[in-house]
T-cell receptor, first 113, second 111 residues
Framework: EAQVTQNPRYLITVTGKKLTVTCSQN?????MSWYRQDPGLGLRQIYY???????DKGDVPEGYKVSRKEKRNFPLILESPSPNQTSLYFC????????????FGPGTRLLVL | RKEVEQDPGPFNVPEGATVAFNCTYS??????FFWYRQDCRKEPKLLMS???SGNEDGRFTAQLNRASQYISLLIRDSKLSDSATYLC????????????FGRGTSLIVHP
């Protein structure tokens, strides 16, 4: 089954404790991205990757890192989480091309205390 | 000006009603357009692409107006299960592949 998976689905952590949210897709997609969604603000792009070892900042990259060492995986790293990073995070993937649609993972709910 | 704008709503309609949403985009070079549906706190899923000639999928009709730079979504005979947030997505602005999402329009269909 074609899918995008994220782990963990739910996470409660404390300020400053490094964490990684994994994202994996089995569709051989080149393009992957991370979004955060907050009430009233919609989906905001954090980082995206056009292919292996090619990443770039989205609209709200501060406080986040990503890596793309393999095509299928695109982890999101919070080196020192802060309460303002409490949010719902979505990973998405697609093939490149303006006609292509995004496939989203199920989301990760993060609470930073 | 935000690149993709939507009225956040909520649109509160009775079952069986017809409801329409618009979405405006700022970059005239945008190449492709989509409507996604998002249920509460779940991932967005593609509802339909929007083609230049307009397209229909059952009770849903999507239209594109390039001259005025907006797309629309019409839902006929609303069902309770249509209650969701509808996201407008624009791809290919200025040659970039990166999709741009609107903030979404909330629809509530009541009995």
């Amino acid at each position: 089954e074609a899918q995008v998976t994220q782990n963990p689905r739910y996470l409660i952590t404390v300020t400053g404790k490094k964490l990684t949210v994994t994202c994996s897709q089995n569709m051989n997609h080149e393009y992957m991205s991370w979004y955060r969604q907050d009430p009233g603000l919609g989906l905001r792009q954090i980082y995206y990757s056009m292919n292996v070892e090619v990443t770039d900042k989205g609209d709200v990259p501060e406080g986040y890192k990503v890596s793309r060492k393999e095509k299928r995986n695109f982890p999101l790293i919070l080196e020192s989480p802060s309460p303002n990073q409490t949010s719902l995070y979505f990973c998405a993937s697609s093939t490149p091309g303006t006609q292509e649609t995004q496939y989203f993972g199920p989301g990760t709910r993060l609470l930073v205390l | 000006r935000k690149e993709v704008e939507q009225d956040p709503g909520p649109f509160n309609v009775p079952e069986g009603a017809t409801v329409a949403f618009n979405c405006t985009y700022s970059n005239s070079a945008s190449q492709s357009f989509f409507w996604y549906r998002q249920d509460c706190r779940k991932e967005p899923k593609l509802l339909m692409s929007v083609y230049s000639s307009g397209n229909e999928d059952g009770r849903f009709t999507a239209q594109l107006n390039r001259a005025s730079q907006y797309i629309s979504l019409l839902i006929r005979d609303s069902k309770l299960s249509d209650s969701a947030t509808y996201l407008c997505v624009v791809n290919g602005a200025g040659g970039s592949y990166i999709p741009t999402f609107g903030r979404g329009t909330s629809l509530i269909v009541h009995p």
